[in-house]
């Protein structure tokens, strides 16, 4: 997620895996996200789950918050960059920015409507959608983190964001099933763009412009044709919104994006 290993400068603390280590780590990014103008009131627990399979993730609990840190997290040396990410999520949430507004998200959800039923795979590219969108706008706070503690390192974290593109389109069980993974494929791509793009990662951008271009001739054109306006959302996203602006925005976003999944894309700019 976001930024959880975009470098290998993470503070050697960090990496001696202990509870204690993590929660100076969490600290330390809680200082720094006061520093810039981003300060969480809430509690935060940190924890390591040795059996966690993705990098770690954040759960509110009770009046606060706890984040699950993965092993390989702590192995590898990264938790530290992971807490930032996670802590500009919690920052985002307890603040009641609106692009962490459940009752939007759940609003624009119920706009959506399909030819057929839904199938257990549309339900988890919806969810990881949404996610696309939350992640960019609390990245946007840990990237300024990164920056502030001498961690940016250009030519890695272009890399980095690159490892979400797909070069090739993903075949599925039938026809729709294929025709959601490609839409999803896009949008990853799409995603990494973007956030090269507000980043200002000119070099990686440039290569990464040239495999999206690539994937994008093995799509069908009608999908290829509606790439840009993802493209445009996610990097345009604005920091001052509003609940009800969010979840405009949000509503349009995934039914544009069922239209291209589902083939049922009308002719419209990008």
């Excluded at 300024?144 to 390192?153: D, I, Y």
């Excluded at 054109?221 to 790439?227: D, I, N, T």
């Excluded at 239209?259 to 002719?267: L, T």
Aim: contains cysteine.
């Amino acid at each position: 997620m976001g930024v959880a290993t975009a470098s290998g400068k993470a503070s050697a603390k960090a990496r001696h895996g202990t509870k204690g280590d993590l929660n100076e780590a969490r600290d330390r990014v809680l200082a720094s996200m006061r520093r810039l103008g981003y300060p969480v009131e809430a509690k935060v627990a940190v924890v390591i789950d040795p059996g966690l399979r993705i990098m770690g993730y954040t759960r509110p609990v009770g009046k606060g918050y706890r984040i699950a840190v993965s092993a390989r997290a702590v192995e590898s040396g990264e938790a530290e960059m992971l807490l930032m990410h996670e802590l500009s999520h919690v920052q985002r949430m307890s603040t009641g920015h609106p692009s962490h507004n459940d009752q939007a998200i759940q609003a624009a959800y119920s706009t959506l409507r399909l030819r057929t039923e839904w199938e257990p795979y549309m339900e988890e590219i919806l969810h990881d959608i949404v996610n696309n969108v939350e992640d960019l706008y609390a990245d946007g706070i840990a990237f300024q983190v990164l920056k502030a503690n001498g961690m940016f390192e250009p030519e890695r974290l272009g890399e980095f964001l690159q490892g979400w593109m797909s070069d090739e389109v993903p075949v599925g069980d039938d026809d729709r099933h294929t025709s959601w993974l490609a839409a999803h494929a896009m949008l990853g791509n799409a995603r990494s763009l973007a956030q090269l793009d507000r980043l200002g990662l000119k070099d990686a951008f440039a290569h990464a412009n040239r495999r999206s271009e690539e994937f994008l001739r093995n799509v069908p054109k009608e999908m290829a044709r509606e790439f840009p306006y993802f493209c445009k959302l996610l990097r345009d996203l604005k920091e001052e919104t509003t609940d009800a602006g969010f979840q405009q925005l949000l509503e349009e976003y995934m039914q544009r994006f069922v239209a291209v999944a589902e083939g049922a894309v009308r002719k419209r700019n990008g």
